[in-house]
């Protein structure tokens, strides 16, 4: 199976609404405001993740410069926040099994600026129509986060185990 990774490299306009574009560093303050609500919305349900201050502006900086952090737009407004990385060397053992054996795209940290209004299903969405194959991961007690990946056609393949040794919920959509 031949998969394409990337429908398009430039900035995918789908209609008036809605836009996907590189973050810049003039966006780096509203990331990390966004970043600094999503970390204490899961604090507040007792999940650990992004509670070390990871991610933090450096790690969001370097997104921005190597042209891997890009951001959600509705109607000019930041929405959303996501990375994209061609491979993760965590993703290459799992307990479980991916779908295929192919080349992905893996999307981290996936942030929205408001919860409980379908910004997250929303900007699933918008990944799906920009990436062929996807992989993701994200906490086991993240309930929201994992609801919305299998709402969206996201496969649950098991359990990846990020360099810390933390474990998480791994998933997976493929455009056939």
């Known amino acids: 199976m031949n998969i394409i990774l990337q429908k398009n490299e430039l900035e995918v306009n789908y209609n008036v609404d809605m836009n996907i574009r590189n973050a810049e560093l003039s966006d780096l303050k509203i990331i990390m405001e966004m970043i600094d609500k999503g970390r204490s919305h899961i604090s507040?349900?007792?999940i650990d993740q992004w509670q070390d201050g990871y991610p933090n502006e450096d790690t969001i900086?370097?997104?921005i410069e190597l042209k891997r952090g890009f951001i959600l737009l509705k109607e000019d407004e930041i929405i959303g926040y996501y990375t994209k990385i061609d491979h993760d060397p965590c993703y290459d053992k799992i307990e479980g099994k991916w779908l295929v054996d192919e080349p992905y795209?893996?999307?981290h940290r996936t942030v929205v600026r408001e919860f409980n209004r379908g910004y997250g299903s929303l900007m699933m969405a918008e990944l799906k129509k920009r990436y062929c194959h996807i992989r993701i991961d994200t906490h086991e007690g993240n309930i929201?986060?994992?609801?919305?990946?299998?709402?969206?056609?996201?496969?649950?393949?098991?359990?990846i185990y990020l360099a810390s040794g933390d474990a998480r919920n791994a998933y997976e959509f493929i455009d056939q």
């Open 105 to 107: 795209v893996t999307i």
């Open 61 to 63: 900086r370097e997104d």
């Open 44 to 46: 507040a349900y007792g």
């Open 144 to 159: 929201s986060m994992n609801k919305c990946l299998i709402k969206n056609g996201f496969v649950y393949c098991g359990i």
